[in-house]
């Protein structure tokens, strides 16, 4: 399993970016996919999770209305859409495939991560 996580960088309050995630090493569209982010003395947490079945998507309270996650099957990419981002959004994401089709199931192997930094 490869997860190379691209599209971090540095940005103001209320800008917007896109985090893209290539895999490969396994059948992407079997299994659900996921971005989790790390902060600087945080424990990691999950930002948005995707199913097979791209109708099954969940995300932290914190980013609801913000953030979404898609997938493109036919690329084997996972993609986070950042918008009115804020200070507190700082962190390394990371990439990350499920156990399963399903994201409920949880997720295994993660990427390098990326990292976002929103500052003025």
């Known amino acids: 399993v490869q997860l190379v996580e691209s599209g971090g960088g540095l940005v103001q309050p209320g800008g917007s970016l896109r985090l893209s995630c290539a895999a490969s090493?396994?059948?992407?569209?079997?299994?659900?996919m996921g971005w989790y982010r790390q902060a600087p003395g945080k424990e990691r947490e999950l930002v948005a999770g995707?199913?097979?079945?791209?109708?099954?998507?969940t995300y932290v309270e914190s980013v609801k209305g913000r953030f979404t996650i898609s997938r493109d099957n036919a690329n084997n990419t996972v993609y986070l859409q950042m918008n009115s981002l804020k200070p507190e959004d700082t962190a390394v994401y990371y990439c990350?495939?499920?156990?399963?089709?399903?994201?409920?199931?949880?997720?295994?192997?993660w990427g390098q991560g990326t990292q976002v930094t929103v500052s003025s």
């Open positions: 995707i199913g097979t079945n791209t109708n099954r998507r």
């Open positions: 990350s495939k499920g156990f399963t089709a399903d994201w409920t199931r949880g997720f295994v192997s």
């Open positions: 090493g396994f059948i992407f569209r079997n299994y659900a």
